[in-house]
């Protein structure tokens, strides 16, 4: 496995350096300082399984470098890792393309547990987005849920989903079978025209039935 980690604070490099070889031995890490020195590495490196990408650094910022990834049609996932905790900011990201966005404000162990929901196919969340779904009127998300064909229930599944819960846990949380969740989950792909639960989540935040 390798992974690239760009950041333009030695200090916060050397720290996530340190928790990825914690997380898996033999990893190889390559690091960065600015976007255009990570594009470099990308051009000898293309198959990087994970970047770790700050979003304020000289010269091109995170989102900069999103978009030239796009460009490129190179498939690696991205995971945001930003002292900027604004609903707004990390909506932008996941609209950019990234498949993930951790707080520098979170602990090692809270990184890496986000790390490793994106590496299993998931796409994590921090609560200052999925927590924002309150904010918007329950009415309007029942009239969409109704339009797209998504029911009660099936929509409950994909709140937890948000919350990056893994399929047990939503069982757990709303009493049901594991079974029922991976059947409220076909509904949710069905309706969502979607493949995985990462693209899911970015599509229901698209149609506004859960709020950035």
């Given at each position: 496995?390798?992974?690239?980690?760009?950041?333009?604070?030695?200090?916060?490099?050397?720290?996530?350096?340190?928790?990825?070889?914690?997380?898996?031995?033999?990893?190889?890490?390559?690091?960065?300082?600015?976007?255009?020195?990570?594009?470099r590495h990308i051009e000898y490196h293309?198959?990087?399984?994970?970047?770790?990408?700050?979003?304020?650094?000289?010269?091109?910022?995170?989102?900069?470098?999103?978009?030239?990834?796009?460009?490129?049609?190179?498939?690696?996932?991205?995971?945001?890792?930003?002292?900027?905790?604004?609903?707004?900011?990390?909506?932008?990201?996941?609209?950019?393309?990234?498949?993930?966005?951790?707080?520098?404000?979170?602990?090692?162990?809270?990184?890496?547990?986000?790390?490793?929901?994106?590496?299993?196919?998931?796409?994590?969340?921090?609560?200052?987005?999925?927590?924002?779904?309150?904010?918007?009127d329950e009415a309007v998300i029942k009239?969409?849920?109704?339009?797209?064909?998504?029911?009660?229930?099936?929509?409950?599944?994909?709140?937890?989903?948000?919350?990056?819960?893994?399929?047990?846990?939503?069982?757990?949380?709303?009493?049901?079978?594991?079974?029922?969740?991976?059947?409220?989950?076909?509904?949710?792909?069905?309706?969502?025209?979607?493949?995985?639960?990462?693209?899911?989540?970015?599509?229901?935040?698209?149609?506004?039935?859960?709020?950035?």
């Open positions: 496995m390798k992974a690239l980690v760009i950041d333009d604070h030695p200090v916060f490099i050397t720290a996530l350096e340190t928790l990825l070889k914690g997380m898996r031995r033999g990893i190889g890490i390559d690091t960065a300082t600015s976007a255009e020195e990570a594009l293309p198959d990087y399984q994970f970047i770790l990408l700050d979003l304020s650094m000289p010269g091109l910022d995170g989102f900069a470098f999103l978009r030239a990834l796009e460009q490129r049609k190179l498939p690696i996932p991205v995971i945001i890792v930003s002292s900027s905790e604004e609903p707004e900011t990390i909506h932008a990201c996941i609209n950019a393309g990234a498949v993930g966005y951790i707080p520098k404000s979170y602990d090692l162990d809270q990184m890496a547990k986000a790390i490793e929901r994106v590496h299993d196919g998931e796409i994590y969340l921090p609560q200052a987005l999925t927590q924002s779904t309150t904010q918007t009239q969409r849920c109704e339009q797209i064909g998504i029911p009660d229930k099936t929509y409950q599944v994909l709140v937890w989903l948000a919350k990056s819960k893994t399929n047990k846990e939503i069982a757990d949380e709303l009493n049901i079978s594991v079974h029922t969740v991976k059947a409220h989950l076909a509904k949710l792909f069905e309706r969502l025209q979607t493949s995985n639960r990462m693209d899911t989540v970015m599509e229901a935040i698209r149609l506004g039935l859960i709020e950035g």
